[in-house]
């Protein structure tokens, strides 16, 4: 039922009426109390005559306080009927499986500390097959397996870590080291560039030199292809030379000494001796059959045909691999540790 404006006054001058008749508040207050009303009684137009039976018909003669009473304890018996416990099922099983789970990630974690990278994909292997949807445990499995150069297998797990979670930096940054190491310069690239995207100014210098780095490689790579291949003396295009390193068949025209006295084969061999990684490559390509021989031939005192040698197939891939690294920048590291 709606009230009227005067019939909610009338409620409020009976309330004020009484306060006054029973002086429940100081006399200056009681002269205010008086003002009040008749300005109340002026603005809404209450008649004071018809006060009583204005209350008594709309109000059943109950006064403010004892409305505003009953309505509270009818708040209360309904606020009573809406509390109902109502319980809510939170399967157990759940929180378990995530502990379980959680745990063996975190035995993973102390493998790859210790530096038992085996140990650490068993580990993570395990928490996956109870959580597979978790994409930190993927990262995780995906360092293992970079730290153990199965970067195979780390392009996978970061390409499912990426998978289950676009905005995971850390699937992009295993992604982007891993593709690297494949020398696969410019995925590589796009991975850092999305690790950036996504940390923003909380990327790591880490981070931002393994992008560095890759953008160079991608560049350097770029140059090759457009570089313009070395002609031989009789104007024919030299299949033995490549973009990034001497013409070598030209430089061993002149046999040993003039190898060894031409500025350009110098610079490049000592760029390749400054770089930390030409002597694994070199005792890597040693294991090559057909450069094997050739080292025999040196031992026995012959003179190789340098221009023969030049022709040889795996002689031009180890020089192009050694020589084309002259001066490359530092591989990137991959900093993100296991979570």
């Known amino acids: 039922m709606a009230y009227s404006n005067k019939e909610v006054s009338s409620l409020i001058i009976d309330y004020l009426n009484k306060v006054v008749s029973k002086a429940e508040v100081s006399a200056d207050d009681i002269d205010s109390l008086n003002v009040a009303i008749d300005c109340l009684t002026e603005v809404f137009g209450v008649e004071?005559?018809?006060?009583?039976?204005?209350?008594?018909?709309?109000?059943?003669?109950?006064?403010?306080?004892?409305?505003?009473?009953?309505?509270?304890?009818?708040?209360?018996?309904?606020?009573?009927?809406?509390?109902?416990?109502?319980?809510?099922?939170?399967?157990?099983?759940?929180?378990?499986?995530?502990?379980k789970a959680e745990a063996l990630k975190l035995e993973g974690n102390k493998a790859v500390a210790s530096k038992d990278y085996d140990l650490a994909v068993e580990k993570y292997t395990e928490a996956i097959k109870i959580l597979p949807t978790n994409a930190v445990y993927f990262a995780n499995r995906a360092a293992a397996y970079t730290n153990s150069q199965n970067y195979d297998e780390a392009v996978k797990d970061a390409e499912?870590?990426?998978?289950?979670?676009?905005?995971?930096?850390?699937?992009?940054?295993?992604?982007?080291?891993?593709?690297?190491?494949?020398e696969n310069f410019?995925?590589?690239l796009e991975a850092y560039k999305k690790v950036l995207e996504i940390e923003g100014d909380s990327a790591?210098?880490?981070?931002?030199?393994?992008y560095e780095t890759a953008k160079k490689r991608v560049e350097e790579s770029l140059n090759l292809e457009k570089s313009v291949p070395t002609e031989s003396a009789g104007g024919q295009t030299n299949p033995a030379a490549g973009g990034g390193f001497p013409d070598f068949s030209s430089l061993m025209s002149g046999g040993l000494e003039g190898l060894m006295n031409n500025p350009q084969m110098m610079q490049a061999a000592q760029s390749m001796m400054s770089n930390p990684g030409a002597m694994e490559k070199i005792q890597s390509m040693m294991q090559n059959p057909a450069i094997q021989q050739?080292?025999?031939?040196?031992?026995?005192?012959?003179t190789p045909d340098f221009s023969e040698m030049m022709?040889?197939?795996?002689?031009?891939?180890?020089?192009?691999?050694?020589?084309?690294?002259?001066?490359?920048?530092?591989a990137p590291k991959d900093d993100a540790k296991p979570e």
């Open 160 to 182: 499912e870590a990426i998978k289950l979670d676009p905005a995971y930096s850390k699937g992009y940054s295993r992604l982007a080291y891993a593709k690297y190491v494949q």
């Open 186 to 188: 410019e995925e590589s």
């Open 204 to 210: 790591t210098e880490v981070t931002k030199r393994g």
């Open 311 to 330: 022709n040889n197939p795996a002689v031009r891939n180890m020089a192009s691999s050694l020589f084309s690294g002259a001066g490359e920048p530092a």
């Open 294 to 302: 050739m080292a025999e031939q040196f031992k026995g005192g012959n």
């Open 48 to 99: 004071k005559d018809t006060l009583s039976a204005t209350i008594e018909s709309k109000f059943n003669g109950k006064s403010l306080t004892e409305l505003l009473d009953a309505a509270s304890q009818n708040a209360g018996n309904t606020d009573e009927c809406k509390t109902e416990t109502v319980k809510i099922n939170i399967p157990q099983e759940d929180a378990e499986t995530k502990a």
